[in-house]
């Protein structure tokens, strides 16, 4: 009986499907406007690293701070700086030192090695765009505002802004960090924009 009932409701009658077409055809069309500039505005914020992190760790390089190695970049795609979120190039010096990207505290605390240029560089200002250089070989850890680990996906040949999307999708994700998929290191963190 309701199943009847439901194609009945279906069944076009003579004289009103003009009348109900017209509106489903422009709500498409708004539908297809609106995904268009969702498209063009980015539902995530790139926080690089604090310039004044950057610094601090060439200031204790400069002092000889034994956890603060200067390193030649010999490889166009293995020393990530953290502050310009560019690929360090061969020849360029970068400081190694370890960064604590959940603080102390936390059952998920972490803290790990990670790349800065030893000269000042710019820092990472299109906090709007996945930056260029990491769209691949990076995996995204979702955590939340307790600094647990809720979900992780690496980005496996999808686009990357794809996966963070679906991350930020769960109301518990407070933040997303991208980390190396390789050897693990935090590369920068997402927020919601
Ligand atoms: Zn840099």
Known sequence: MVGSARRADRTPQRGVPTRIRRPNFVDAQLGKAHLAIDMKTSNFRIVPLPTKVANAARRAAEAGATDHAVI???????FPCRHCLRWAQSGERVILFPFAAIPPGHPYSETGPIFVHEQPCERYAATGEYPSDFRSGRVFRAYNANYDMIDAKPVNGD?????????????????????????????????RA
Do not use: H, K, W
Not at 72 to 78: H, Q, T
């Open 72 to 78: 030649m970049a010999d490889s166009p795609n293995g």
């Open 159 to 191: 686009e990357p802004e794809a996966v963070i999307e679906t991350l930020l999708q769960n109301p518990q994700a407070a933040f997303v960090d991208a980390r190396s998929a390789d050897r693990g290191c935090y590369t920068f963190r997402i927020e």
